[in-house]
């Protein structure tokens, strides 16, 4: 299926040496190098590969032989990035899509059939929300949502038909959590597919597999690329299943290109440091906040004050990059507020080196009627910050200026 055998740590740049901290993971997995013995790995901007001869064809395309074949099956480079992840993870195997939602997408629908039922968290990506409400009921397949702060609830939307429970934790915007575990043992129980949207936390901070979960989804897009530059996702997990994704996404396109694949694999070598930065800023920006006067609520998964702390602390090794919080007097101050930002950037993305302010109801999650914001836990004056990499104290006095 893949094609990883110019994938995993090349013994000629690692003399052998079997290592599996994280950061040596993300720097050292790389493809083989090829005979000009390149120190970084080239890219492979090639559609198409050749084969020796026609029983080399049909072999190949039989898959009695792991190689590439076609960059929107296989590509180096999207295989070591893949491979990647997958190691980070603790997974057996992924593929790489075109973007975050490409990868939801792709994952839901290789593995849903008509007349399946999914179980998520009501607090989803609106873009996600929409798969479940306009497109999804199309193909006779159905969804209920769980309160995220009602988990016990879970076990009585199961039907006999209920084939994924599906959660995104940290959620988006909210930023509430959820047990993993227990979803995990929840799964079991009900012989369920479940899936983590791993976004927010992406694999330095929380590995869903350890407990319990089938699939992981990354959206690419955001923090493991972390400079705002290309479009990526990625699921990674249990073989049988992504052989099935992976079929699925053969046949309808949303690979992820070459060159995107490479970015994102030279992104992952520095994910761990930058990460780190972002999460000390981001608990610095929370609790200044929480300080403020003009602030109602601020919710962050390492403040004391979250209602989801202990968990947080449980499964997450730090609290992430996104902050969000509610200002007192409502969406109209909430607009004053962003348009009165100097140096944050105003934009509808996340997980970038620059610090970004998004009001969710007016932009992410604007699909989303009244009702099922409300239902989502997303007030109309929610506000969510992704702390950037500026120095965190030239952050908190643009938030404190626009504030007062």
Same mark, same amino acid.
């Given at each position: ?145 769980? $309160? ?65 979960? $089938? ?9 493991? $690329? ?49 990460? $780190? ?73 996340l997980g970038d080196t620059r610090t970004i302010v998004t009001h969710p109801a007016s932009t992410t999650h604007s699909k989303l009627s009244h009702d099922e914001l409300s239902s989502a836990g997303i007030a109309e004056g929610l506000v969510r910050v992704s702390v950037g990499l500026e120095n965190v104290d ?11």
């Amino acid at each position: 299926m893949e094609n990883l055998q110019a994938t995993g740590i090349d013994e000629n740049d690692c003399n052998g040496y079997s290592e599996e901290h994280f950061e040596t993971i993300a720097v050292r997995t790389q493809s083989a190098r090829t005979q000009f013995q390149e120190h970084s790995v080239p890219l492979y901007l090639t559609s198409s590969y050749i084969f020796e001869d026609s029983e080399d064809m049909r072999a190949s395309f039989a898959e009695e032989k792991d190689r590439n074949i076609y960059s929107r099956f296989t590509n180096p480079n999207t295989s070591e990035f893949v491979e990647k992840i997958a190691r980070m993870e603790g997974a057996e195997t992924g593929y790489a899509f075109a973007t975050g939602m490409a990868a939801v997408f792709s994952t839901l629908a290789a593995l849903l059939n008509s007349g399946d039922h999914i179980v998520s968290a009501r607090s989803v990506f609106g873009s996600t929300h929409g798969l479940f409400t306009r497109y999804f009921p199309k193909w006779n397949i159905s969804h209920s949502y769980f $309160d995220v702060n009602k988990p016990e609830t879970i076990e009585d939307l199961i039907k006999p038909e209920t084939k994924i429970l599906f959660a995104e934790s940290p959620t988006n915007p909210g930023v509430d959590i959820l047990d993993l575990e227990f979803l995990g043992q929840i799964a079991k129980k009900h012989h369920l597919i479940l899936i983590i949207d791993n976004c927010f936390a992406t694999p330095y901070i929380q590995n869903p597999i350890k407990f319990g979960a $089938d699939l992981v989804i990354h959206s690419a897009t955001k923090l493991i $690329d972390g400079q705002g530059r290309v479009l990526g996702g990625v699921t990674v997990g249990r073989e049988d299943l992504i052989r099935e994704i992976y079929l699925f996404s053969r046949n309808t396109g949303p690979a992820l290109s070459p060159f995107n694949a490479w970015v994102l694999s030279k992104s992952l070598e520095t994910l761990a440091v930058r990460l $780190d930065r972002h999460c000390e800023n981001a608990l610095k920006v929370a609790e200044f906040l929480e300080a403020n006067k003009n602030i109602e609520q601020v919710k962050y998964p390492f403040l004391k004050s979250h209602p989801q702390y202990d968990i947080a602390k449980r499964q997450m090794k730090l609290g992430g990059n996104v902050v969000a919080f509610q200002i007192k007097g409502g969406v109209e101050a909430g607009r004053k507020f962003i348009d009165k930002l100097l140096l944050c950037s105003r934009s509808a993305n996340l997980g970038d080196t620059r610090t970004i302010v998004t009001h969710p109801a007016s932009t992410t999650h604007s699909k989303l009627s009244h009702d099922e914001l409300s239902s989502a836990g997303i007030a109309e004056g929610l506000v969510r910050v992704s702390v950037g990499l500026e120095n965190v104290d030239d952050v908190i006095k643009d938030l404190k200026q626009a504030l007062e």
